[in-house]
Antibody, heavy 125, light 107 residues
Framework: QVQLVESGGGVVQPGRSLRLSCAASGFTFSSYGMHWVRQAPGKGLEWVAVISYDGSNKYYADSVKGRFTISRDNSKNTLYLQMNSLRAEDTAVYYC??????????????????WGQGTMVTVSS | DIQMTQSPSSLSASVGDRVTITCRASQSISSYLNWYQQKPGKAPKLLIYAASSLQSGVPSRFSGSGSGTDFTLTISSLQPEDFATYYCQQSYSTPPTFGQGTRLEIK
């Protein structure tokens, strides 16, 4: 079945780095854009980053730009999020999500149709 | 960035009730609006995309409407499994942004 499984979360000190992974199965991973979305404890959803199906285009939320890097390895059906210079405000559950494009024009016109179970990142000294 | 505002922030209702949640965008987003359901400790689930299109496998008691800046999610007859938090999200421009959520509780 279609599935996304995140890993790599944990407790890390401020200023340190962490890399999250998201293993995909049950669909043609190399055909779809992929996103990271996070949710701080007790808070709402915040989009973090997106990567195109072939890795050629990447966009980031302003809150993580310059610190986080999204990447993918289509040969391994795996999405990554490299998180550097971590801050307390990066503490959240991080979800990977598959892109579902429904538009026909120049707008993003997409949704997140498949989500992983999430991995918790805690930034604390 | 486009701001999304949901109302109400929380709502109490009973099984069988008809419920409507509203989402307003800070500028026109045409019909590029999606709705998600999230249960405690679980990942969000896509319910509605493009304002009114029902995602595959989602019960028909869920419906969406609206365009421009004002949108609604309606649950025609609440079932016990519908008590959750609901989020709207715009996909008109990058970055995609979410509403703050509406928590639907059992009365």
């Amino acid at each position: 079945q279609v599935q996304l499984v995140e890993s790599g979360g944990g407790v890390v000190q401020p200023g340190r780095s962490l890399r999250l992974s998201c293993a995909a199965s049950g669909f043609t991973f190399s055909s779809y854009g992929m996103h990271w979305v996070r949710q701080a404890p007790g808070k709402g959803l915040e989009w973090v980053a997106v990567i195109s199906y072939d890795g050629s285009n990447k966009y980031y939320a302003d809150s993580v730009k310059g610190r986080f890097t999204i990447s993918r390895d289509n040969s391994k059906n795996t999405l990554y999020l490299q998180m550097n210079s971590l801050r307390a405000e990066d503490t959240a559950v991080y979800y990977c999500a598959k892109d579902f494009y429904y538009g026909s024009g120049s707008y993003p016109a997409d949704a997140f149709d498949i989500w992983g179970q999430g991995t918790m990142v805690t930034v604390s000294s | 960035d486009i701001q999304m505002t949901q109302s109400p922030s929380s709502l109490s209702a009973s099984v069988g009730d008809r419920v409507t949640i509203t989402c307003r965008a800070s500028q026109s987003i045409s019909s590029y609006l999606n709705w998600y359901q999230q249960k405690p400790g679980k990942a969000p689930k896509l319910l509605i995309y493009a304002a009114s299109s029902l995602q595959s496998g989602v019960p028909s008691r869920f419906s969406g409407s609206g365009s421009g800046t004002d949108f609604t999610l309606t649950i025609s007859s609440l079932q016990p499994e519908d008590f959750a938090t609901y989020y709207c999200q715009q996909s008109y421009s990058t970055p995609p942004t979410f509403g703050q959520g509406t928590r639907l509780e059992i009365k």
